[in-house]
């Protein structure tokens, strides 16, 4: 995977936003910190008038930061909540409480909601699904909205469309429990160069977790939650994974479950798959965003940032780069 470095980092910050909004100004007080902040200046100025319509060109494969899963430092709750745009459609995975908001905030047409995929059936994981819902329903063309998850997500997605006066055969959610077993994952969208899967790990199935692949056209990236995607054959080669997880200073401070991932334990899975990594577990949260950062490279992984609410990635076709910037 060729990664375009700024400074010292090997992920690409195309605007000077995403350079102070990521936490990033990396080596500013050098010669070259200060000629990478003036073309970032520079592309910022050039972006301002830009419109979210490129979000859904064929070019890339993209992914948008509308919440981060994992308590931050002050206890704050998870709020988990990744959008992927491919194919000209839409893809929530994870709709953490002010998802609908943080989409809808950044203009991104909830029109191409195409279908939600949750890692989990906590209420973390799905407490702004029915907003989400009703925010896009107005602009859809179908009166559906797939909601793809464990095998719980038809007892979730039931009552969900019970409260709001909707049968979920002819409107509402419609829920789909994928099932996948443990190395063997399971389709659930395929269309227009776009595949996604379901998988599993054995230390996920016994929660009811499940990750996400998303392949398109020669790109791809996983989608974790707070599971041990780590380990699961599906998120190996991909070029970027997404995963919550804690340093192990604020896992034994928020009494993280037995087993629970740590960014160390990521992150070397992350180098040996040869995958960038974002970390989704921090939040606003700049002390836990820090030490998340600088215990993955204290495990050997180059190729880490924390994700924030606004992070853009995009993964173009024309070439193996990973661009950041801010939404």
């Known amino acids: 995977m060729n990664i375009n470095p700024i400074g010292t980092s090997s992920i690409v910050f195309v605007t000077l936003t995403g350079l102070i909004w990521g936490g990033w100004i990396v080596g500013s007080q050098t010669p070259q910190g200060q000629e990478a902040l003036a073309k970032a200046y520079e592309a910022y100025?050039?972006?301002?008038?830009?419109?979210?319509?490129?979000?859904?060109?064929?070019?890339?494969?993209?992914?948008?930061?509308?919440?981060?899963?994992?308590?931050?430092?002050?206890?704050?709750?998870?709020?988990?909540?990744?959008?992927?745009?491919?194919?000209?459609k839409l893809f929530v995975v994870d709709t953490g409480s002010g998802a609908a908001a943080a989409l809808s905030q950044r203009n991104v047409p909830l029109g191409r909601l195409q279908a939600v995929l949750l890692t989990g059936n906590a209420v973390t994981q799905s407490a702004d699904l029915d907003e989400l819902h009703a925010a896009a329903q107005p602009t859809r063309a179908a009166n559906l909205l797939p909601v793809y998850g464990p095998p719980d997500t038809v007892r979730l997605v039931d009552g969900l469309n019970a409260a709001a006066g909707m049968n979920g055969v002819d409107s509402g959610l419609q829920a789909w429990g994928p099932s996948p077993e443990p190395g063997r994952s399971v389709i659930v969208y395929e269309a227009d160069g776009l595949i996604i899967s379901a998988f599993t790990t054995e230390e996920d199935v016994a929660t009811g977790r499940v990750?996400?692949?998303?392949?398109?056209?020669?790109?791809?990236?996983?989608?974790?939650?707070?599971?041990?995607?780590?380990?699961?054959?599906?998120?190996?080669?991909?070029?970027?994974?997404?995963?919550?997880?804690?340093?192990?200073?604020?896992?034994?401070?928020?009494?993280?479950?037995?087993?629970?991932?740590?960014?160390?334990?990521?992150?070397?899975?992350?180098?040996?798959?040869?995958?960038?990594?974002?970390?989704?577990?921090?939040?606003?949260?700049?002390?836990?965003?820090?030490?998340?950062?600088?215990?993955?490279?204290?495990?050997?992984?180059?190729?880490?940032?924390?994700?924030?609410?606004?992070?853009?990635?995009?993964?173009?076709?024309?070439?193996?780069?990973?661009?950041?910037?801010?939404?």
């Open 211 to 327: 990750g996400y692949r998303f392949d398109y056209r020669g790109r791809s990236l996983v989608v974790a939650g707070d599971g041990r995607a780590e380990w699961a054959s599906a998120a190996a080669n991909a070029d970027v994974v997404l995963h919550s997880a804690q340093t192990t200073s604020l896992a034994h401070l928020h009494q993280a479950p037995l087993g629970a991932p740590t960014v160390a334990e990521v992150a070397a899975a992350a180098r040996r798959h040869n995958s960038a990594l974002v970390l989704t577990g921090a939040g606003d949260d700049q002390l836990a965003a820090s030490l998340q950062v600088r215990e993955a490279r204290a495990a050997g992984l180059d190729d880490v940032f924390a994700g924030r609410i606004g992070m853009l990635l995009e993964l173009p076709l024309a070439n193996s780069e990973v661009n950041v910037r801010p939404l």
């Open 45 to 88: 100025a050039q972006q301002r008038s830009e419109t979210h319509d490129d979000l859904f060109e064929p070019s890339a494969l993209r992914a948008l930061v509308c919440g981060t899963g994992g308590a931050s430092a002050d206890g704050r709750e998870a709020r988990p909540c990744l959008a992927v745009a491919a194919a000209g």
